[in-house]
């Protein structure tokens, strides 16, 4: 099971940490993902770190504002979040297989069938 905490209501350029995390496996073993999806558009990839080496993969939008990270002594991955934008509203969801590639486990969210969490809503207004 993941789950996934951290969103909320914040203001313009303000900041937040989502952390995703596991409960009966091991997070490390795996490729985990960040995606998003506001209503009305398809689910995207927002940020993904691999299993192995933690090579990361960020959207275009969010390069230099997102950052990901994992504690493995925890069992989460987490995704820092500042220079919030109101673009960047939406439910937050993690997921975790083992694609072998970050690049491809964000670009195509349909290939991602291991597990999914069940989300966390971040809406960014003033």
């Known amino acids: 099971q993941l789950v996934e905490s951290g969103g909320g209501l914040v203001q313009p350029g303000g900041s937040l940490r989502l952390s995703c995390t596991a409960s009966g496996f091991t997070l490390d073993r795996y490729d985990i993902g960040w995606f998003r999806q506001a209503p009305g558009r398809e689910r995207e990839g927002v940020s993904c770190i691999s299993s192995s080496d933690d090579n990361t993969y960020y959207t275009d939008s969010v390069k230099g504002r997102f950052t990901i990270s994992r504690d493995n002594a925890k069992n989460t991955v987490y995704l820092q979040m500042n220079s919030l934008k109101p673009e960047d509203t939406a439910v937050y969801y993690c997921?975790?297989?083992?694609?072998?590639?970050?690049?491809?486990?964000?670009?195509?969210?349909?290939?991602?069938?291991?597990?999914w969490g069940q989300g966390t809503q971040v809406t960014v207004s003033s």
């Open positions: 997921a975790a297989d083992n694609i072998n590639s970050v690049y491809i486990m964000c670009r195509i969210p349909s290939m991602v069938d291991d597990l």
